[in-house]
């Protein structure tokens, strides 16, 4: 069974930083490309980062460009996410998913406020 666990949210103040990680289980995450995506008040669902499976391959949506870095461990089946310079705007759940199997964490809250 396909298994992903987000960790790492909390409550952060504006300008600061946070570290989401993802354990996958279940599958040979070494083989999927990765996906964080966020879900924010108001919005549905949507794909910020890509990471290919090798891990040398990234792609961000533009409002994340330059703040969030995506990356990955393979020999530890983990996904991570770096988030710095954190906005209000960045508030929001954020999943760790793998589109081919249909695989979705719980998610992991973020709150961006002062």
């Known amino acids: 069974e396909v298994h992903l666990v987000e960790s790492g949210g909390g409550l952060v103040q504006p300008g600061g930083s946070l570290r989401l990680s993802c354990a996958a289980s279940?599958?040979?995450?070494?083989?999927?490309?990765m996906t964080w995506a966020r879900q924010t008040p108001g919005n549905g669902l949507v794909s910020i980062s890509q990471?290919?499976?090798?891990?040398?391959?990234?792609s961000y949506l533009d409002a994340v460009k330059g703040r969030f870095t995506i990356s990955r461990d393979n020999a530890r089946n983990t996904l991570y996410l770096e988030m710095n310079n954190l906005k209000p705007e960045d508030t929001g759940v954020y999943f760790c998913?793998?589109?081919?199997?249909?695989?979705r964490g719980q998610g992991t809250q973020v709150i961006v406020s002062s």
């Open positions: 998913v793998q589109y081919q199997l249909s695989a």
């Open positions: 279940g599958f040979t995450f070494s083989k999927y490309d």
């Open positions: 990471i290919n499976s090798g891990g040398d391959n990234k």
